[in-house]
């Protein structure tokens, strides 16, 4: 482990994050803490069009330098050339990948601080200078993120996200969720790992728990390839759900999510997104592991499948996600119960709870 860098005083700092939502949701609070322990420098944060409506509007963000993925062959490196131009003097680097090594490195900032060796991939240690202590895969990924504060001399304070949604992103959740009469939760209909995906009967049997036994109006929420999913968890419904998937943008989500009574899924990037606003989350998890990744603050809401592989780690499953159909719905409304009180349904009254 490097010694702790307390009296460097860096005035143009890059933060490297190219992941997903969920990843780039939970290193939020360390772009607040660096803004902190360093007030007069400029902050940038390197990302990738699906987490950049994240940075969006965030205080602590000075620029976002956006990476088109999708093209990278004819953008990578002009990209990396506008990284290098900005002569950053500190580099962040939270991927722990060897792009992201490849980015801090070719930023020529002469400190550039990565993961230690024992937990970084793809040779990402050999591009940085500077290393945070070895953590290992039991330490939940905000902590990690956390430790490059602590390795920068940044005193820790309660955490902030900042995401600032704006009248606009909320007249948009109006509208969206005119057809629903009253308080509501929000069901995240899929995840981009096939193997954590529950099923379209547990949604439907979710909804229909909520509906009944807590008088909630439910709303689904998710990405344009989570349709089909919908479609099918829709057909099994009993009540009619307010189907979303699709059809908002990350942020109109993100408003929706600010309103919602409970918040029910799989891990996804939406459910840390409600975890950061607020929004107590019951999360289901089979090929992942909660003590690694879960929602920050509602860790005892977390219901982990049950399967003599699990978590595997695996982005499909051979053998039917067994972890995940073990999740019973009985489960999910004893955790329901926690967060709504036996008696909500009683004390749920045109969309208040009174």
């Known amino acids: 482990m490097t010694a702790p860098q307390t009296s460097f005083d860096p005035k143009n700092i890059l933060i490297v ?40 509007g965030n205080s602590a963000i000075d620029e976002i330098i956006v990476f088109d993925r999708r093209h990278w062959w004819k953008s990578f490196a002009p990209f990396l050339a506008r990284i290098r131009a900005k002569r950053f003097d500190l580099v962040l680097d939270l991927q722990r990948h060897l792009k992201s090594g490849l980015i801090s490195r070719a930023s020529g900032a002469p400190l550039r601080m990565g993961f230690h060796r024992a937990d970084s991939k793809e040779a990402n240690w050999l591009f940085n200078n500077l290393h945070i202590e070895h953590c290992g895969e039991e330490i939940a990924k905000l902590e990690h993120y956390l430790k490059f504060a602590e390795q920068l001399g940044i005193p820790s304070a309660p955490l902030e996200w900042s995401f600032n949604i704006s009248a606009q992103e909320q007249a948009a959740a109006d509208k969206h969720l005119a057809p629903v009469p009253g308080a509501f939760a929000a069901l995240f209909a899929g995840t981009r790992w096939q193997s ?159």
Request: net charge positive.
């Open 17 to 56: 994050l190219h992941g997903s939502i969920g990843d780039v949701t939970r290193a939020l609070p360390l772009a607040r803490l660096v803004r902190r322990g360093f007030p007069g420098a400029s902050l940038a944060w390197s990302v990738e069009p699906a987490a950049l409506p994240l940075l969006e």
């Open 196 to 354: 954590k995906q529950w099923f379209p009967k547990q949604i439907a049997d979710c909804a229909k728990t909520l509906q009944r036994d807590f008088g909630l109006g439910v709303v689904l929420l998710g990405a344009r390839e989570d349709r089909e999913l919908a479609r099918q968890a829709m057909v099994g419904a009993s009540k009619q759900m307010q189907d979303l998937v699709g059809h908002t943008s990350l942020r109109e989500a993100m408003a929706i999510i600010q309103r919602a009574k409970v918040a029910v899924g799989p891990d996804t990037g939406l459910m840390h997104i409600a975890a950061a606003l607020g929004t107590p989350v019951i999360s289901l998890w089979g090929a992942t592991d909660p003590r690694r990744t879960g929602p920050t603050g509602f860790g005892e809401l977390a219901i982990r499948g049950q399967a003599p592989c699990a978590p595997c780690y695996r982005k499909t499953c051979p053998i039917g996600r067994v972890c995940m159909q073990s999740i019973s719905t009985a489960t999910i409304a004893e955790k329901l119960t926690v967060v709504l009180g036996p008696q909500s349904a009683s004390r749920v009254s045109h969309g208040h709870v009174v």
